[in-house]
């Protein structure tokens, strides 16, 4: 068994391959660790630029697309390796990216999983939406991040370079324990793509697992390489599965209030696509609204499970408040504003 594996799925993705994958290569040459590539039944040449030009990297062929979530279970059940990294096939990693990890990891046993600093590759002193330097959540299941509030991303001036617990970290770069992978029974392949990483996260953070960001570890992402950020398709994902993952985690005294007051949040996101000309998107947030209900019975036994294995009622990384609250009606536009909303910082 290696110490780590590296493990990047792709679909379609030869190009990608070819852009990043001798970054990982060329970084990641050290003692026990191994890179795979798990192909999501690409239609493309990805296969054979992989056998042609990058012999060394193991290839895991998968015989469907199984999407981001059921893709990294189906790969990872033929993986033996202490730790798991899911590395997004669009992220240029850095030298030394997996040592400062490696080492946090192994002297700190009550932590599950971690995540890198995620800068943005296009604009590399500033942060990456979907990662940045660790994410959070608020009541109402919005995400937003440790140098990302919002759409406003901020310049990494080495701000937030303290290593710090967080509620999730990114599945663009998310090292985690293969024994915690495995015990919290994996992503949840019914999201297909989108929150399955926060969702993992959360049952973990449930259970007294503990998650942090280690920024002493760079890694620049592209983001947005499958699905752009204002494709329908991604709207409805993210609004289904949130939805879902809300479902699915939340304590029995929560789940009421804050599911009422999402599905007016709901409504006024529909409304305000609409505004702006967004139709497709405003018809998306109905649609992930539908399928949430016609889909929830399905989850029921899921969320009994989730309930019966947690030991922490309340999660100190997720704030009580509304991040949008905090953002539009209070002004808080970057993370260090919200220090007093944090009871961890």
């Known amino acids: 068994m290696s110490k780590v594996a590296v493990v990047i799925l792709n679909w379609n993705g030869s190009e990608m391959l070819r852009t990043f994958l001798p970054s990982v290569i060329s970084y990641s040459a050290i003692s026990g660790v191994d890179v795979y590539v798990a192909d999501n039944a690409s239609t493309d040449n990805s296969v054979s630029v992989l056998t042609k030009e990058f012999p060394s990297v193991k290839q895991i062929i998968l015989d469907q697309n199984y999407g981001f979530a059921d893709g990294y279970n189906k790969a990872l059940a033929q993986v033996e390796a202490e730790y798991f990294v899911l590395l997004n096939s669009d992220v240029e990693v ?94 949840d392949g019914r999201f297909f793509a989108h929150m399955e990483e926060i969702d993992l996260c959360w049952r973990l953070r449930s259970r007294g697992r503990e998650l942090v960001c280690i920024p002493q570890s760079v890694v620049y992402h592209v983001g947005g390489a499958t699905l752009k950020k204002e494709n329908p398709r991604k709207t409805f994902l993210n609004f289904r599965n949130n939805l879902l993952m809300l479902y699915k985690n939340l304590p029995q005294n929560e789940l009421r209030y804050v599911m009422f007051v999402r599905g007016m949040l709901d409504y006024l996101a ?39 294995k947690n030991s922490l009622q309340v999660i100190p990384e997720q704030i009580k408040n509304s991040i949008l609250v905090l953002y539009y009606l209070r002004g808080k536009r970057s993370f260090s504003q919200l220090d007093k909303f944090l009871p961890n910082k």
Not at 120 to 144: L, M, Q, T, V
Not at 276 to 300: I, M, P, S, T
């Open 94 to 187: 850095t030298e030394h990216w997996l040592e400062p990890m490696i080492t946090y990891l192994d002297a700190h046993l009550e932590v599950a999983a971690c995540q890198p600093k995620i800068l943005s590759w296009r604009n590399k002193d500033s942060f990456e939406y979907a990662g940045a330097c660790g994410g959070y959540i608020d009541r109402y299941g919005y995400p937003f991040c440790r140098g990302r509030i919002m759409d406003v991303v901020e310049k990494d001036n080495g701000q937030y370079d303290d290593i710090l617990p967080v509620f999730w970290a990114t599945g663009a770069s998310l090292f985690i324990r293969s024994s915690d992978y495995r015990e919290a029974g994996g992503l």
């Open 270 to 308: 529909s409304l305000s696509f609409l505004l702006k000309g967004e139709a497709d998107n405003a018809a998306a947030v109905l649609q992930a609204r539908k399928e949430y209900c016609a889909l929830k019975e399905e989850f029921k036994l899921s969320r009994k499970n989730n309930l019966n």
